[in-house]
Structure formats: C-alpha cells, structure tokens
C-alpha cells in the first residue's frame, strides 16, 4: 500500500474524532504503522495553545487566533507529521490545513487567502493526500456534541462552539467550497442521518478505493 497523510475535517459534532480513532484501529490491526494525532493540540506547546485558543475567557483578536492556530500547526508539522511521515508511517490527523480554511478563512474574514499564505508558511509544502469530509448541518452537529459530552452544560461550550449559528453555517458553506477547490483530494460523507457504524463503513471504503489499503 502507498502509505499516506490522511486528515478528517467538518464542523463540529460531525464525528471526525470517533472516526479518526476506528480509522486508526482498523489500519492497526492490519499492521499498519499508524500515527493518529489532532490540531489544535498535537504537541506539547500545541497543547497548550489549545487551552488558550478554546478557552472562553480568552480575547483574541482575528488575526492572533489565525496566527495561534498556524503556530500549533506549525510545530506540529516539524514534530510529527513530517517526521511520521518520512518514517512511512500514515498519519490520521484531526483536522488540520482545511479548519483554518473554514473556520478562520471563511466563517470569520469571509476570505482564504490571508489564511492560505500563512498556512503555506506553516506546512512547509505537506498537503493531505486524503481528507475525508463529514458533513453535518451545523444544528445537528452542535446538538450532536452536547449529547456526546453530557457533562458539559450548552453555557459550557468552548470559545469557538459559543459562536453564533451564521458563523457555523459559514464554517460549513466553507468546507463545501473547499472541497470544490480541492477536489483531488476531498472526499465528502454527509452523515446527518447515518450511525457511527455507517459512518465508518463508510470513512473504510474511500480510505480503501483512494489510498489503494490492503490491495497493494
Ligand atoms: P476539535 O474540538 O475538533 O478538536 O477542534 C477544536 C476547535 O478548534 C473546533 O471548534 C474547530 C477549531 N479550529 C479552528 O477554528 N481552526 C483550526 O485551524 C483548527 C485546527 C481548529
């Protein structure tokens, strides 16, 4: 098999980190070298900028969450996807270029290519070879995530969850937009009606079509 950069994207509440995980089990079990990892927060200082970007009682202006956000990215990329990478190992990532897209890009400035230019700096040329996008309207997915995590009341919600729901709905419009950019590499699994087990036949049959796994 052609060992590859696989990464999950979509709103919140779309599942991408229940499905990262069985993604990353299922390779496992076949032997696989297997690197399963999440942005914001992949690295030690990641995890720290995680706490300061979700944070509620944080003020950050546009453009220092644009910049924190490629900051965690940046280390992450030079601490482990590239070195996981040059290891031939696949790395499963939570997110990553695209929520900067989506979230920054689209759902704050209404424009990418500030967002783009920053994050190329950031990535230093490490695109996906794969991203699997889970699409969920943005009403099901946040009612999805408080369901997911009972013991946070909706006044509990992180600094980007607390947003309104146009900002969300932009988020989503986004990732729509980016798949029409990037349609080499996209691949969309609407899963507002499917269960977590449909989901990942699902994520299991375009991993398997597009990245050629267990036939080569
Ligand atoms: P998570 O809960 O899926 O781990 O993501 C944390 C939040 O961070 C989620 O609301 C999306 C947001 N986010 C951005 O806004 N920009 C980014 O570049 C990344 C990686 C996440």
Redesign the pocket.
């Known amino acids: 098999m052609r060992h590859g950069f696989i990464t999950l994207e979509g709103p ?1 509440g779309s599942g ?2 229940t499905q990262a995980a069985l993604l990353a089990e299922k390779l496992q079990r076949m032997g696989l070298p297997v690197v399963l990892t ?3 927060g992949g690295t030690e200082v990641g995890v720290r900028l995680r706490e300061m970007l ?1 944070d509620p009682d944080t003020q950050l202006t546009v453009m220092t969450e644009i910049l924190l ?1 490629a900051a965690d990215r940046a280390q992450h990329v030079e601490k482990v996807i590239k070195p996981a990478l040059e290891n031939n190992m696949i790395v499963i990532c ?2 990553y270029i695209d ?2 897209l989506a ?2 890009g689209f759902g704050l400035l209404g424009d990418i290519r500030p967002v783009l230019g920053i994050n190329e700096a950031a990535i230093q040329g490490i695109w996906p070879n794969l991203t699997i996008l889970l699409d969920v309207e943005p009403k099901v997915g946040l009612r999805r995530h408080a369901a997911l995590s009972p013991h946070r009341s909706s006044g509990d919600l ?1 600094r ?2 607390q947003r309104d729901l146009a900002f969300h709905q932009r988020v989503r419009d986004g990732y729509h937009a980016l798949q029409n950019i990037y349609k080499e590499r996209f691949a969309v699994i609407d899963t507002t009606l499917l269960e977590i087990e449909e989901v990942d036949q699902k994520v299991w049959e375009v991993v398997v079509q597009r990245l050629k796994v267990g036939i080569c």
């Open positions: 919140d991408k980190s999440r942005e914001p979700l956000m939570d997110r929520s900067s979230y920054q992180d980007i969850e």
